[in-house]
C-alpha cells in the first residue's frame, strides 16, 4: 500500500490520488485500509514522508561516512537524482516536494512529517558539509540551498522531461560549495 501511495504522489501529489486509487493499484481491501491506516489518507501521507526521509538520510550519510569529497557528494546525489527522474520517465518528482506542495493547512500530521524530513536530510548534507571544512554557517546555508535545488531539479526535470536540470543543479551545487569553502 505504501509503495503503491508513494509512486502516485510522485506522479501527482497528495491532493491529486483518492483511496479508491491507492486501493486498486496496491491490490490491497478496503477494510485491510482503515485497519493499517486509521487516519486515513494523512497518516498514509505520513508514513510514505517518513519511509521515504529515513532512506534518503540514510543514503546522504553513507555517502558522506564514505569519504568523498564535496564535489563528488554533490555529483553522486544529482546524478542519482536525475536517474530517479529518468527511471520514472519523468512523470514523476520527489514524493516529498510533491506531497508538500498540494497538503492543506488542516493536514497537520503532514506538515509535521514534511518539515521533519526535510530537517533530517538537511542535517545530514549540512554534515557532511562541515566534515569536508566548511563552517557551521556555511554548511546550513549549503544544506538549504542544496535541499532547494535538489527538489527544484526534480520539478524542473518533470516539466521539461529532462535530466538537464539536475546537472545543472549540480554545477550550481559545486560552484557554491566552492565559494563557501573558502569563507
Same mark, same amino acid.
Given at each position: 500500500? &505504501?509503495?503503491?501511495?508513494?509512486?502516485? $504522489?510522485?506522479?501527482?501529489?497528495?491532493?491529486?490520488?483518492?483511496?479508491?486509487?491507492?486501493?486498486?493499484?496496491?491490490?490491497?481491501? +478496503?477494510?485491510? #485500509?482503515? $485497519?493499517?491506516?486509521?487516519?486515513?489518507?494523512?497518516?498514509?501521507?505520513?508514513?510514505?514522508?517518513?519511509?521515504?526521509?529515513?532512506?534518503?538520510? !540514510?543514503?546522504? +550519510?553513507?555517502? /558522506?561516512?564514505?569519504?568523498? /569529497?564535496?564535489?563528488?557528494?554533490?555529483?553522486?546525489?544529482?546524478?542519482?537524482?536525475?536517474?530517479?527522474?529518468?527511471?520514472?520517465?519523468? /512523470?514523476?518528482?520527489?514524493?516529498?516536494?510533491?506531497?508538500? @506542495?498540494?497538503?492543506?493547512? /488542516?493536514?497537520? &500530521? &503532514?506538515?509535521?512529517?514534511?518539515?521533519?524530513?526535510?530537517?533530517?536530510?538537511?542535517?545530514?548534507? @549540512?554534515?557532511? !558539509?562541515?566534515?569536508?571544512?566548511?563552517?557551521?554557517?556555511? *554548511?546550513?546555508?549549503?544544506?538549504?540551498?542544496?535541499?532547494?535545488?535538489?527538489?527544484?531539479?526534480?520539478? #524542473?526535470?518533470? *516539466?521539461?522531461?529532462?535530466?538537464?536540470?539536475?546537472?545543472?543543479?549540480?554545477?550550481?551545487?559545486?560552484? #557554491? !560549495?566552492?565559494?563557501? &569553502?573558502?569563507?
Amino acid at each position: 500500500m &505504501l509503495t503503491a501511495a508513494s509512486g502516485l $504522489f510522485r506522479q501527482r501529489g497528495y491532493e491529486g490520488i483518492g483511496i479508491a486509487e491507492r486501493l486498486e493499484k496496491s491490490g490491497a481491501a +478496503r477494510r485491510s #485500509l482503515y $485497519f493499517h491506516f486509521p487516519g486515513g489518507k494523512e497518516q498514509i501521507g505520513a508514513e510514505v514522508i517518513n519511509g521515504f526521509a529515513i532512506r534518503t538520510a !540514510a543514503r546522504f +550519510r553513507e555517502l /558522506d561516512e564514505s569519504g568523498v /569529497d564535496l564535489e563528488t557528494f554533490i555529483v553522486s546525489v544529482f546524478k542519482t537524482t536525475a536517474k530517479e527522474s529518468k527511471a520514472c520517465e519523468f /512523470d514523476g518528482s520527489c514524493p516529498i516536494a510533491a506531497i508538500a @506542495a498540494g497538503f492543506g493547512v /488542516d493536514n497537520k &500530521l &503532514l506538515a509535521v512529517a514534511i518539515r521533519d524530513c526535510f530537517a533530517a536530510w538537511e542535517a545530514a548534507i @549540512a554534515q557532511a !558539509a562541515r566534515t569536508r571544512g566548511m563552517t557551521e554557517a556555511n *554548511a546550513a546555508v549549503f544544506a538549504s540551498a542544496f535541499l532547494a535545488s535538489m527538489e527544484g531539479a526534480f520539478v #524542473l526535470s518533470k *516539466a521539461q522531461r529532462s535530466t538537464a536540470p539536475h546537472l545543472n543543479a549540480s554545477r550550481a551545487m559545486q560552484a #557554491l !560549495a566552492a565559494a563557501l &569553502l573558502v569563507n
